[in-house]
């Protein structure tokens, strides 16, 4: 008895030694971090979705297969806590221990039972998935592409010996006769291990054995979690509390300072030559941008969803975190442990160990993969820029950085709520506003936006060109004007659908419905300008808020006597308008031109009456989609018109794929790997429609090239046509008035 004990108090007390260290290593590592405003807001909503997410396993089980798994694995972590605590009172206190009250209760034994069971057989469920996918063997094609295989097989193995000696200790102890739960058939997993062992007095000896066994493997396991990727068991709660609340995956952060403070960049009195924008070393990330790099499970599902990396892009939204984590941690002893702040030199292989590449010039920090690493904790490590090429040493690749199209795929498969885009945006930040490094051709695009205020460099008149030819007036808002009663909306034409000739006819066709609906609406014409979208993905805040102040600036100078509601057939308008210009003051109602045609269906006002006998399939915008959750109302727009037949491409709504043009990609050059927009027509073209349809002019131009090209090389159909959805209703609506 006393040698049970000595041996069970010096395991608990040396795990808690090795682990508390480690532990209070990552708290204080974390909590260096700047601030991070507004995290801890809205409690409820916050433990609601908490809740959802950790306890409902809400993100997990959108992967059937896996996510059940993973459900019942973590169900049966938290049920099986308890005959941790029964080992614990066989060790310390008696043989025959049990939890008081409820701790002889058949039905506790039976779930017990059931889920070690379930537990085996999703950790079975795992190694399959594991072995099918073999980084080794598909190489990108696989989600652990990169990921530490090693130590999840480690884990895997653990856990496994953690229920064996579980049900091993069960068994001996109903032989023994120190079972809670007696010789009963409800712990049925527990009394087949019963058989299986005989019922020789051998068993009391093995009770012990395997009561040793059992809290020294919890703890040895306890151990490896701190110290490996599974630490994610007790940060991915915390992370998922303390995640941005906006409705779907809602607006960037403001630029703020290390006080939290969000930086004015009209303000230039308040900015000096030491204020930092964006992110330029680890130090500049927020705690919450440290917690959810220790958060990371190396799951894969961010990088098997993102359209770059899909496309042979050096981008992994998994591998991006992992780098950050990783420099991270090789840093910390200088951020946390007190030791001196090296000079600065340059870095050699000899200083930080072997470093590689992917065979084309960018790297990751990944063993596994074939992909170099640059390891260990040394001044070099220090002096590593956050952002570089290979001959540099950096952590992020430049071309890593820039592949990124801010789809927001990442984000919404992450089942830990990494937020992903935040930090290559701030990345990005610091690149354009403190290093002046971007790719070339976007530095047309921002000088076109900051001298002409649209990214094409068209003059201003240009913006009212699409009205000539209707056969109806278009009414014109002018700043610090009174509202007319009668408008309901005010159309946000966008520059793409005022300047972009393709766009020109989802703007037409748009303005038309309203007209055949007898909804008065009004433009703002020339004194519309760019809403700032892609230069805030881009990188350049200044741009951003110097449009979006003057777009704000515009719009609240309209007098008014009832709501400004504003209508958007672009989706970035709508993001920007709705989402991103609160930040500065622009409070308004706005809807998406979809929303609103759906809605006139609805309400009578528009009737499709004559067929468009075609086959349709359906391209989310991520903009519409996935950051504001609008998927329904353009289904039911072309839902509505008769014998218009839709098919849903495979990789559709919340897992639609990206068509290239977000992140100011649209304005870059696509150079590395297969174009995006030719990947996602090819597999609209699968379902051979007649008709690809989207909701926003970036998608629809992106589309059409591709299409055009896949004409071009015979591979498509000449009849095919990337049409919005504004225009395959028009064709009902008006062959119907004609």
């Known amino acids: 008895m006393a040698l049970r004990i000595t041996l069970t108090l010096l395991m608990t007390l040396a795990t808690m030694a090795i682990a508390g260290k480690r532990v209070l290593w990552l708290v204080t590592l974390i909590r260096s971090g700047q601030k991070a405003p507004g995290r801890g807001h809205e409690p409820k909503p916050r433990a609601v979705n908490d809740a959802e997410e950790v306890l409902g396993q809400k993100k997990l089980l959108k992967w059937s297969v896996p996510g059940l798994a993973h459900f019942f694995v973590f169900w049966g972590f938290l049920i099986l806590n308890l005959t941790i605590l029964e080992a614990y009172g066989a060790l310390l206190i008696n043989r025959d221990f049990h939890i008081p009250l409820v701790g002889k209760w058949r039905a ?56 064996v000696t579980l049900l091993l200790l069960r068994g001996a102890q109903m032989n023994a006769d120190q079972f809670p739960f007696g010789h009963s058939k409800w712990t049925f997993a527990s009394y087949l291990v019963a058989k299986a062992l005989g019922s020789g007095a051998y068993n009391t000896g093995l ?34 509390y303390f995640k941005r609340l906006p409705k779907a995956l809602g607006p960037l952060l403001p ?17 000096s030559e030491d204020t930092v924008f964006g992110k330029g070393k680890i130090e500049d990330f927020t705690w919450k941008g440290y917690l959810d790099f220790a958060t990371c499970t190396e799951c894969g599902r961010c990088q098997s969803q993102c359209p770059a990396w899909f496309t042979g892009k050096p981008l992994s939204p998994k591998l991006v975190i992992m780098d950050l984590r990783d420099h991270l941690f090789a840093k910390a002893p200088y951020l946390i442990g007190g030791k001196a702040v090296p000079d600065e030199g340059a870095i050699t292989v000899g200083d930080t160990g072997e470093v590689g590449g992917d065979g084309e010039g960018h ?118 004007e009174q509202l007319p009663a009668n408008v309901e909306y005010l159309y946000w034409v966008g520059c793409a659908g005022a300047l972009e000739d393709r766009a020109k006819r989802t703007t037409r066709a748009f303005a038309e419905l309203l007209n055949v609906a007898g909804v008065e609406f009004a433009i703002l014409g020339s004194n519309e300008t760019c809403t700032g979208d892609s230069a805030r993905r881009l990188g350049n805040e ?96 072309l839902g509505s018109i008769p014998q218009l037949t839709s098919k849903e491409m495979h990789r559709c709504k919340d897992r639609g794929f990206c068509c290239g043009a977000g992140g100011a990609r649209f304005w870059m050059e696509e150079k590395i790997g297969k174009r995006i927009n030719v990947e996602r027509t090819e597999e609209a073209l699968g379902l051979d429609p007649d008709l690809i349809s989207t909701a ?9 090239d591709a299409v055009t090209a896949k004409q071009t090389d015979g591979t498509a159909k000449e009849h095919v046509q990337v049409l919005d959805v504004a225009q395959i209703l028009q064709q009902s609506i008006r062959a119907a008035a004609q």
Not at 124 to 149: C, I, M, W
Not at 217 to 236: E, P, R
Not at 696 to 704: A, K, Q
């Open 696 to 704: 926003c002019p970036f998608c629809m131009v992106m589309l059409s």
């Open 363 to 480: 790297h990751h920090g990944v063993d596994e993969s074939g992909f170099g690493r640059v390891t260990g904790t040394n001044p070099a490590q220090y002096n590593r820029p956050l952002v570089g090429d290979a001959a540099s040493f950096g952590v992020i690749d430049p071309d890593v950085l820039w592949s990124c199209t801010t789809c927001g795929a990442c984000v919404e498969q992450c089942p830990v709520d990494i937020e992903h885009i935040d930090h290559i945006v701030d990345m990005r930040r610091y690149q354009v506003l403190i290093e002046s490094s971007f790719p070339s051709e976007a530095g047309t695009m921002l000088r076109n936006l900051e001298n002409r205020g649209n990214p094409w460099g068209l003059p201003d008149k240009a913006r009212e060109e699409w009205t000539q030819g209707l056969d109806f007036e278009v009414q014109r808002i002018s700043p610090g």
């Open 108 to 163: 506790l034994g039976f779930f017990e039972d059931f889920f070690a069971v379930a537990v085996l057989l999703g950790l079975a469920t795992f190694a399959v998935l594991r072995y099918r996918n073999q980084p080794e063997r598909k190489k990108r094609d696989s989600r652990f592409y990169g990921s530490h295989t090693g130590p999840a097989w480690l884990i895997l193995f653990m856990i496994s010996m953690v229920i």
């Open 207 to 240: 009770a012990t054995i395997f009561l040793l066994a059992q809290v020294a493997v919890v703890l040895t396991f306890l151990v490896i979690v701190t110290y490996s990727k599974h630490l994610h068991i007790a940060t991915a709660p915390i992370n998922v």
């Open 255 to 271: 630029v703020t300072d290390p006080t939290g403070k969000i930086i004015d960049f009209m303000d230039v009195e308040n900015l």
């Open 542 to 637: 200044f741009v951003y808020q110097m449009l979006a102040a003057q777009n704000v600036e515009v719009l609240n100078s309209i007098e008014r006597s009832h709501p400004l509601k504003i209508v958007a057939t672009c989706p970035h308008c709508f993001n920007t308008i709705a989402n991103e210009y609160p930040q500065i003051g622009g409070h308004y109602e706005v809807i998406h031109h979809t929303q609103l045609l759906a809605k006139l269906i609805e309400d009578g006002r528009l009737t499709p009456v004559e067929s468009v006998d075609k086959n349709v399939t359906y391209h989310d915008p991520c903009y519409l989609g996935r950051h504001n959750k609008v998927y329904t109302p353009p289904r039911d727009v």
